[in-house]
């Protein structure tokens, strides 16, 4: 089964909940638009490098298209739409005005230097500068990109369409780029975190918590995590896994990470496999890495009473049947990593008025939004008797779907 059609189960689950028609459920999970373009370079050693770029604008009902750009070796169409469709429920559970898309490049960016990452950004964006634009469709960082991409993004836009920062979010703060962008999605996962253990009656300070991935999102999860007074017990990344009965020392583990680009070889903590990070005794597991990595050979093995999808489509189907039937409590992807995307609105508001918020205003206002997002869906999973899974996806497809009767077909 494709990622893609993976992802539709859940989408067919809650349609079910909905008594959503087949004629309404084809055309909201039909894509808009699929673009699929070669990239071509030179290399610096002088070889010619081909690669292959996509855009997948999966739907517009409630405003422009918004979504990150991934470059990794596992990118391909599949992922890309499953991806897509993902922003548009995303978008709708948080009530943002926009769609969703996605792109990418199939690319191992650990392998290019500076110069050749800038070269394949940029023709990146001569393929698809068309498809681009702040009212119809906003590219964002995802895996494998970052501020600096952003920055190309914006220049080479402009050199097509004139000065128009609002092409593109996440980027640079001295380059039209909001303050806490950086720590959004790390920031939603986290006060999503202590709104789901509020609900298991546990407080976040001493809350036990394993994480998956420190990146972007896994480091800044921590550290706010930390902050709050959880216990990070295990953390992981591509190269391995360290654990710390006693809680890991965020700040001390930030600082080697800055030094060794690895988590591997920090002084307070033993080295254990990744597998053993996913089975951890903790309260709560976060995935924030790749998609699928829980899957229905590890979901029995699973000890945490609490999973918050901080990656994207981390959890297969098979797995999360495992899950409610033991319930164990899943806070979804298109709720949980909500927050990168809200404060990339955020960014594409401040640059079409040309106006900077303060960090403390941009924290109050994602704070609202996700707090806003989770008791919404709380509410429906409590009044239907089903997963906040399937609640959120019952909350976005509901709202795309009545934006799109209303806007007329
Ligand atoms: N790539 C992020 C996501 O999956 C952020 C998208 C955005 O900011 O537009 O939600």
């Known amino acids: ?120 950004t940029r023709k990146f964006v001569d393929e698809l500068h068309d498809v681009f634009g702040p009212d119809t469709d906003i590219p964002a960082p995802d895996m494998g990109t970052n501020a600096q991409v952003m920055a190309w ?50 407080p976040v300070s001493g809350a036990r918590v394993a994480i998956q991935g420190f990146g972007n999102v896994g480091s800044f999860t921590a550290e706010i995590l930390h902050e709050m007074g959880a216990e990070i017990i295990a953390v992981s990344d591509a190269f391995g896994a360290i654990k710390n009965e006693e809680g890991l020392d965020i700040p001390e583990l930030l600082k080697h990470m800055e030094e060794y ?11 254990i496999d990744n597998s053993t990070l996913l089975t951890a005794d903790v309260d709560v597991l976060i995935p924030a890495a ?5 899957t229905k050979e590890n979901a029995d093995d699973i000890r945490a009473k609490l999973i918050i999808e901080a990656a994207n489509n981390p959890t297969t189907p098979d797995a999360d049947e495992i899950f409610e039937r033991k319930e164990i409590l899943v806070i979804p992807d298109i709720l949980a990593n909500a927050g990168g995307v809200t404060v ?25 939004i996700m707090v806003t997002g989770f ?18 996806y019952v909350l976005g497809i509901g709202r795309v779907g009545r934006a799109t009767v209303l806007g007329g077909i």
């Open 1 to 120: 089964m494709s990622a893609y059609e993976k992802a539709e189960r859940y989408f067919d689950h809650a349609a079910e909940v909905m008594g959503l028609s087949d004629n309404m459920r084809i055309l909201l999970k039909t894509p808009l638009r699929e673009v699929k373009v070669q990239i071509a370079l030179e290399m610096d050693d002088g070889q010619i490098g081909t690669y292959i770029g996509y855009r997948i604008q999966h739907d517009n009902a409630r405003g422009p298209m918004k979504g990150g750009l991934r470059f990794h070796p596992a990118v391909d169409a599949d992922e890309v739409l499953m991806l897509a469709s993902l922003m548009t429920w995303k978008t709708a559970v948080v009530n943002l005005p926009y769609g969703g898309a996605k792109g990418g490049i199939s690319i191992d960016v650990s392998k290019l230097s500076h110069r050749e990452l800038e070269s394949i």
């Open 153 to 202: 993004i914006m220049n080479q836009y402009a050199k097509y369409h004139g000065y128009s920062p609002a092409c593109v979010t996440g980027k640079p703060v001295e380059l039209h780029g909001a303050y806490g962008r950086n720590e959004a999605t790390g920031r939603g996962v986290a006060i999503i975190t202590r709104s789901a253990l509020e609900k298991l009656k546990k």
């Open 261 to 271: 680009k690895k988590v591997e070889g920090f002084d307070g903590a033993e080295e």
């Open 290 to 294: 790749i998609g699928g990595v829980l």
């Open 344 to 368: 990339s609105y955020f960014e594409w508001v401040q640059n079409r008025q040309h106006f900077k918020w303060e960090l403390e205003e941009v924290r109050k206002r994602l704070e609202k």
């Open 375 to 392: 008791d919404r869906v709380w509410k429906i999973a409590e009044e239907k008797k089903i997963s906040p899974r399937i609640a959120a």
